[in-house]
């Protein structure tokens, strides 16, 4: 094969040892060749309506399939429109390769017809990226390519392409290993550092684990379970977190931070020890750094050395990948009992549930919580951002990992749709609800036409009440309730705007409503938007205000403690 | 505290540029950094001195650097025994009534005159931080036109190398 193929065909070839199955993408001049060479192989296209739609759906590929996503686009603004959903996978260590069309070698560099620097651009948000000057290094650059993405911490990477490296002759046979010296990631936890973690785990008499999406990245999430019950003790997760551990379980305190429960914030303010678990110690989630967990000893279990001793100081820091060091914890680990934390926080969350007046109301709260019920918390959600993703996150109740695919890091409005269109095409038996906005859902949604052409029954429950609802809850704590720039006027009727791409259009406006039209939704196997007409007067509670410690969290709105 | 780092980089285009961006966008301050080829062509030395009176910052600067898949090996060389150079050249005003008294000063520094104009003359020193310091304070007077320096290039001492060390 060696002489008679081109570096189009050889990049296509090294997508097919991958095992890539579907690639998300928008041709254009500079791609030509790659979507020609395309064309002979098994891998199927999924033509998007926007490139950040398609960087969106690998994303949600990835995270439903534990792959590596890929997504595809021209030179120029192709590339450019794929910066935000770069972003979104970067902060969220999301496993994606983008390729990318570039102009001639002959141009680079010289302003021409869609000609952008984008892998100057992406270098501060892709784990690593390349422009390929000879078509003979397209077989070594993919491979690594595919290689950096899915190891140690996982990540985007970006390969750009000029249109000539990719139609000419590629003389190179592709190598089946990865030789980069720079790049090691380390799998085991160091066991003294084990011994350390164990000995703190023994003396701890109110200790929490505290869960992030690394749990998810390295399968470790029956190991969580193990530990936690041969330990007894009680876990909370981040955003990213959640799925990782049953919310349904006794042992869980559900989500920690900015909107957690009061119970999780109390524990981790309490606790002499800290078992920060694929975290970051992220600012959503600690609140006033310095009085985040104050008597609390740390140990810091994370792929990425980097992220150990970044926000908070460790006491024990353990560098590797959680299954295996969760295994190794496990097999040396006595069973413990802490009945008395445990029965404390059973007080806590017998007296600071998550709770929402009723009163007659529509309210989004309550609709989030049948869905979890309809769907036995099983189901596969996908969040855009704003209210209605913490509406998602504190009342579903999830109960298995890859369940809630949600731009945590970024906080990327207009993930949630195309993320859903990844995860059904990852899984197309899955029963895919993506949750949004009026706002976050019309920077979207003409990927209703995509979603038609691969005839994908996702049903999307969006929450209209006609405003940034969350931004105007920031504007009224901390705006003095001056409230600008947060209103939609001109919104459309959602049902029609389904109706119109030959979808099913619903709506709830009463309490009543809700079960019957869900179960309508969820049972029709049809593409389908259930708006959800709300007040924009909603907040999301309970809230820690700016500056202050977890357990300072405002939990009722005024005037209805 | 100064740190001095010496990180071996693969040789390829943009390598200084992810530097560089790294240390812009995590707001670390670079005091100086040099960098050329190795005894390997396809790797090149940086010497980087960063500025970091707090260890967190030390540490994250050199954790986010391995990060970088172009970092092939990093060393924070401050504790360790190092020669380190810096070299600098200094084009002085000089004419026949202060020629004898800067000549004399480029000698007692063990520097060359390299270049020598009608009204200046240009001088070439090399030394650690310090002398550097030093030459370009005694001929201040002088009338210093325009003045050149690289930053601190260092190797350890022994028989340390790339490969054991």
């Known amino acids: 094969m060696a002489s008679t193929i081109t570096g189009a065909q050889a990049l296509v070839k090294i997508l097919e040892a991958e095992g890539v199955k579907q690639v998300f993408g928008y041709p254009g001049g500079a791609v030509l060749p790659i979507y020609d060479a395309l064309l002979d192989s098994e891998i199927e296209h999924v033509l998007v309506r926007h490139e950040q739609g398609s960087v969106h759906m690998a994303n949600g590929y990835a995270r439903t399939s534990g792959q590596v996503g890929v997504c595809m686009a021209t030179s120029g603004p192709g590339a450019t429109n794929l910066v935000t959903g770069i972003a979104t996978a970067y902060m969220d260590s999301v496993p994606v390769v983008i390729i990318t069309g570039q102009v001639a070698t002959s141009m680079v560099g010289t302003d021409a017809f869609q000609e952008v620097d984008i892998t100057g651009i992406t270098i501060p948000i892709t784990k690593h990226n390349y422009l390929v000057k000879e078509t003979k290094d397209i077989p070594r650059i993919m491979k690594e390519a595919f290689h950096i993405a899915r190891s140690g911490r996982p990540g985007p990477v970006l390969v750009d392409i000029p249109k000539d490296v990719a139609s000419d002759i590629c003389i190179a046979e592709p190598s089946d290993k990865v030789e980069l010296r720079g790049y090691k990631p380390n799998y085991k936890g160091h066991p003294q550092q084990i011994e350390r973690a164990l000995k703190m785990i023994n003396q701890s008499q109110k200790p929490v684990i505290y869960v992030g999406g690394g749990v998810i990245n390295s399968r470790a999430t029956e190991q969580l379970l193990e530990f936690a019950e041969k330990a007894q003790i009680p876990v909370t997760t981040t955003l990213m977190g959640l799925g990782s551990f049953p919310e349904n379980h006794k042992l869980s305190l559900r989500m920690l931070g900015l909107h957690g429960t009061p119970f999780a914030n109390y524990a981790v303010t309490q606790a002499d020890l800290l078992i920060g678990l694929g975290v970051r110690f992220d600012d959503r989630v600690t609140g006033a750094i310095e009085k985040f967990a ?157 979603a038609v052409e691969q005839d994908l029954p996702i049903k999307i429950m969006l929450f209209n009440n006609n405003c940034l609802a969350l931004v105007r809850q920031l504007q009224h704590f901390y705006c003095d309730k001056r409230y600008t720039a947060v209103n939609f006027t001109g919104n459309p009727d959602f049902a029609k705007f389904a109706e119109c791409y030959n979808a099913v259009g619903l709506k709830i406006e009463t309490p009543e409503q809700v079960e019957p039209v869900l179960k309508e939704a969820l049972n029709n196997g049809k593409l389908t938007i259930i708006e959800v007409k709300i007040s924009e007067e909603e907040l999301v509670l309970p809230m820690v205000p700016n500056a202050r410690g977890l357990d300072e969290m405002v939990e009722f709105p005024y005037g209805e403690e | 505290m100064k740190h001095t780092l010496s990180v071996l980089v693969e040789n390829r285009p943009g390598v200084l540029t992810r530097i560089a961006g790294l240390f812009a966008r995590r707001g670390f301050n670079i005091n100086s950094l040099a960098v050329g080829e190795t005894e390997d062509p396809e790797v090149s030395r940086m010497t980087i001195v960063v500025d970091g009176e707090d260890e967190r ?109």
């Open chain 1, 294 to 450: 104050p008597q609390a000893k740390i140990i810091h279990i994370d792929i990425d050395p980097a992220e150990i001793g970044k926000n908070v100081g460790v006491d024990v820091p353990i560098v590797g990948d959680l299954r295996l060091v969760l295994i190794d914890l496990i097999s040396k680990l006595e069973p413990q009992e802490h009945s008395e934390w445990l029965e404390q926080i059973r007080r806590w969350k017998a007296e600071h549930p998550l709770q929402y007046g009723q009163g007659g109301k529509l309210r989004p709260q309550y609709v989030m919580e049948k869905l979890g019920e309809l769907t036995n918390h099983n189901a596969l959600v996908t969040s855009d951002v704003g209210q209605h993703q913490m509406w998602a996150a504190q009342y579903y109740a999830f109960e298995r990992p890859r369940g809630f695919l949600t731009s945590g890091g970024l906080g990327t409005m207009g993930y949630g749709f195309p993320a859903a269109i990844g995860a059904q095409m990852a899984d197309r038996d899955a029963l895919v609800v993506a949750v949004t906005g009026d706002g976050s859902f019309q920077m979207a949604m003409q990927e209703m036409g995509t």
């Open chain 2, 57 to 165: 910052i030390i540490e994250q600067v050199t954790k986010q650097l391995n990060k970088l898949v172009d970092v092939i090996k990093l060393n924070d060389i401050t504790q360790d025994e190092f020669v380190d150079r810096e070299l600098i050249m200094i084009k002085v005003c000089c004419d026949s009534s202060n020629r004898a008294e800067i000549i004399q000063i480029v000698d007692i520094f063990r520097a060359r005159i390299v270049d020598m104009g009608r009204n200046t003359v240009i001088i070439e020193a090399t030394g650690d931080g310090g002398k550097v310091s030093a030459i370009e304070t005694s001929l201040k007077p002088f009338g210093i036109k325009e003045l050149v320096r690289t930053g601190k290039v260092a190797l350890v001492r022994g028989a340390k190398n790339r490969h054991n060390e």
